[in-house]
């Protein structure tokens, strides 16, 4: 193995890989390290965690085709700290790997990259693309829902469902609320359908790592792992086993009570109205908040025996009845910190069933569901 | 108690005076609260550790005088979150605070501020003003050699010495290495002379509070505490009893090698050097990077068994002898921070004896002392 790369390039590339580096212990030394390989004029970098898999492709000056695994944790800080010029990376004596640059060189002792596991692979036919800004927008939309809870792995995913190859929904809930989008894809129909559960580590990894630009991302399935590829990169995750709550069945399609509100505003208060509840002893977990919706206006009061009372009133539109009815905030505030429109609507029907949050004037179709707290 | 104050004023003062508030949860619940007092057309503001107390002073629209102390967590981070408009504050019932803003408002449970321990009264004779600028930056110079091990006090604080009125000097060591900071004030000589101890960490608040703007601050001595005034804020502190150490005793007068290196070429060197040699089992506490002062170079080296090893090349202006020299890196890289000069010089005797780093060019006269690792 010999190359050089330029450092800005180069860290990039395992910067990125570096997401799929666990902390956790119990994975085999091998798993802590970066696979590194040069062939032709490329560098691939690697690295997984058997939960999520990251391949970044770089350009590079290849003198000597080769590969290595180099520990993660002190290879990436180091790249981070060096100067920012051409750095010239081979192989040297005992295994180590020489990363000469100027006048100076580190030698970093290496693992065997026969050791590294070789990323899934996929067959071609089981794929489909769409815009990338609209899948991440998607995830960071639904993630909020989903639990993190390992011991119902279910909860901890997302759903990812496609129909007809041209609608895709994603959906995720831990049970006291739900998330929900879809992306109609500019396709023509076809008999491109599917229904798999996607852990939402890896989707939000994958929101992460692609640039939010106008380019395309492929997914392409398997039976228990999905690849996502976008800009040089892959990433493959597992997938979670097991059938997904029937979604369709929790949304209730009436209401009586609709409300429209500025979602800065309705924000801004829960914020200030979570201050004094979520620290309650009494009722630590539920971070209850009391919306009073009324003509005109809705009332948002919390209480603390601890810390004391706030009330606040906020201008709304109302269509439909006045309700009284009591959320967890941390749940209202997951939603509003999603939804980018100005305004949002709330539908109701009594104090004991779900409401449905929406943005009002959104382009993908989006809806949160949040259950209800007990008022007394 | 009854007032007006504009929400982002009223933030600014909370949050000052909060840096005062221990999370150490043996001190008495009054102190977890800031000190609220409306008297005539200002708000005083106040809280203490009994170790360091600030108090901030914010002009207000007063029409009730009165005080109070309100639980310093919930309260500062209500304040941060309140829109920034005119807050209305008031006492209520049960003695409960009101803060009023908008068509909203919130209650919050408060102590009484009778339970709340006076600040130290100071008297006006020993006294001396100096350019905030000054002390701010002599302080964070000097502050990185002080320890943060306090079975021995006495190297937790920061030696303050006044000579003739005219000369301020701080000195801090952890006794494995000392700064040394004068400011020449531009007084008549007088007989004002005092040296004493003062807790760093009340030094390093100080320097964080006060703006390096133009202005001035007062410093009142008395026998066991000091005063800092400027900005409308008092900062007060108690002293560390005891003898510091004679530092001019420890500070070598002559050498036979003096270097002369750009500050950030060594700085981005040591860096890389300590990334292999600090997490080194074998000597984890060093942290122990080689020097290997040449010519016209200076290499500088590092080598773990674990991860590897690192050599470094960098120009450098020699006079006198060449030599091989041990240094902890994080003692020369805390130096390095917080010199601002593009070049510094480092004086040296023998492998054994103290290196003593200082800016070139540098407007006050500041001086670092290292004790070097054995290399062998």
């Given at each position: 193995m010999k190359f050089s790369i330029d450092q800005a390039s180069f860290l990039e590339g395992v910067q990125i890989v570096q997401?799929?580096?666990?902390?956790?212990?119990?994975?085999?030394?091998?798993?802590s390290g970066i696979y590194m390989e040069s062939k032709d004029q490329n560098i691939i970098l690697k690295a997984t965690d058997l939960e999520i898999g990251i391949e970044c492709v770089l350009s590079a000056n290849v003198s000597e085709n080769g590969s290595t695994v180099l520990p993660a944790r002190y290879f990436v800080e180091l790249v981070k700290k060096l100067p920012n010029i051409e750095l010239h990376i081979e192989e040297g004596d005992n295994g180590q790997i020489r990363i000469g640059y100027g006048k100076s060189e580190v030698m970093l002792n290496a693992f065997s990259a026969d050791e590294f596991p070789p990323l899934q692979q996929f067959e071609e036919k089981n794929m489909l693309s769409l815009p990338k800004d609209k899948l991440i927008a998607a995830i960071r939309n639904v993630s909020?829902?989903?639990?993190?809870?390992?011991?119902?792995?279910i909860f901890t995913g997302i759903l990812l469902e496609i129909t007809d190859g041209n609608l895709l929904k994603l959906v995720a809930t831990d049970t006291h609320r739900l998330a929900y989008t879809e992306v109609r894809l500019d396709k023509e129909p076809s008999d491109f359908n599917t229904s798999i559960i996607i852990p939402s580590k890896s989707l939000i990894e994958i929101s992460r790592i692609f640039?939010?630009?106008?380019g395309e991302v492929t997914i392409y399935l398997d039976k228990n792992k999905i690849l996502f590829e976008a800009d040089h990169i892959k990433i493959t995750s597992r997938l979670i086993e097991g059938k997904f709550v029937n979604y369709k069945q929790v949304?209730?399609?009436?209401?009586t009570t609709r409300v429209r509100v500025l979602r800065k505003e309705l924000n801004d208060s829960l914020e200030r109205a979570s201050l004094l509840s979520r620290?309650?002893?009494?009722k630590r977990k539920h971070n209850t908040v009391k919306l009073s919706i009324q003509e005109e206006v809705m009332d948002i009061s919390s209480k603390s025996s601890q810390i004391g009372e706030l009330e606040e009133m906020i201008p709304v539109f109302l269509e439909g009845k006045t309700l009284d009815i009591g959320f967890n905030a941390r749940y209202l505030l997951d939603v509003l910190r999603v939804i980018d429109t100005e305004e949002i609507v709330i539908d109701l029907t009594t104090e004991l069933s779900p409401g449905i949050l929406r943005p009002v004037d959104g382009q993908d179709q989006s809806l949160f569901l949040v259950l209800p707290i007990r008022l007394s």
């Amino acid at each position: 193995m010999k190359f050089s790369i330029d450092q800005a390039s180069f860290l990039e590339g395992v910067q990125i890989v570096q997401r799929a580096i666990s902390t956790k212990s119990v994975l085999p030394p091998i798993l802590s390290g970066i696979y590194m390989e040069s062939k032709d004029q490329n560098i691939i970098l690697k690295a997984t965690d058997l939960e999520i898999g990251i391949e970044c492709v770089l350009s590079a000056n290849v003198s000597e085709n080769g590969s290595t695994v180099l520990p993660a944790r002190y290879f990436v800080e180091l790249v981070k700290k060096l100067p920012n010029i051409e750095l010239h990376i081979e192989e040297g004596d005992n295994g180590q790997i020489r990363i000469g640059y100027g006048k100076s060189e580190v030698m970093l002792n290496a693992f065997s990259a026969d050791e590294f596991p070789p990323l899934q692979q996929f067959e071609e036919k089981n794929m489909l693309s769409l815009p990338k800004d609209k899948l991440i927008a998607a995830i960071r939309n639904v993630s909020i829902a989903a639990s993190s809870d390992y011991t119902r792995p279910i909860f901890t995913g997302i759903l990812l469902e496609i129909t007809d190859g041209n609608l895709l929904k994603l959906v995720a809930t831990d049970t006291h609320r739900l998330a929900y989008t879809e992306v109609r894809l500019d396709k023509e129909p076809s008999d491109f359908n599917t229904s798999i559960i996607i852990p939402s580590k890896s989707l939000i990894e994958i929101s992460r790592i692609f640039n939010m630009d106008e380019g395309e991302v492929t997914i392409y399935l398997d039976k228990n792992k999905i690849l996502f590829e976008a800009d040089h990169i892959k990433i493959t995750s597992r997938l979670i086993e097991g059938k997904f709550v029937n979604y369709k069945q929790v949304i209730p399609e009436e209401f009586t009570t609709r409300v429209r509100v500025l979602r800065k505003e309705l924000n801004d208060s829960l914020e200030r109205a979570s201050l004094l509840s979520r620290d309650d002893l009494s009722k630590r977990k539920h971070n209850t908040v009391k919306l009073s919706i009324q003509e005109e206006v809705m009332d948002i009061s919390s209480k603390s025996s601890q810390i004391g009372e706030l009330e606040e009133m906020i201008p709304v539109f109302l269509e439909g009845k006045t309700l009284d009815i009591g959320f967890n905030a941390r749940y209202l505030l997951d939603v509003l910190r999603v939804i980018d429109t100005e305004e949002i609507v709330i539908d109701l029907t009594t104090e004991l069933s779900p409401g449905i949050l929406r943005p009002v004037d959104g382009q993908d179709q989006s809806l949160f569901l949040v259950l209800p707290i007990r008022l007394s």
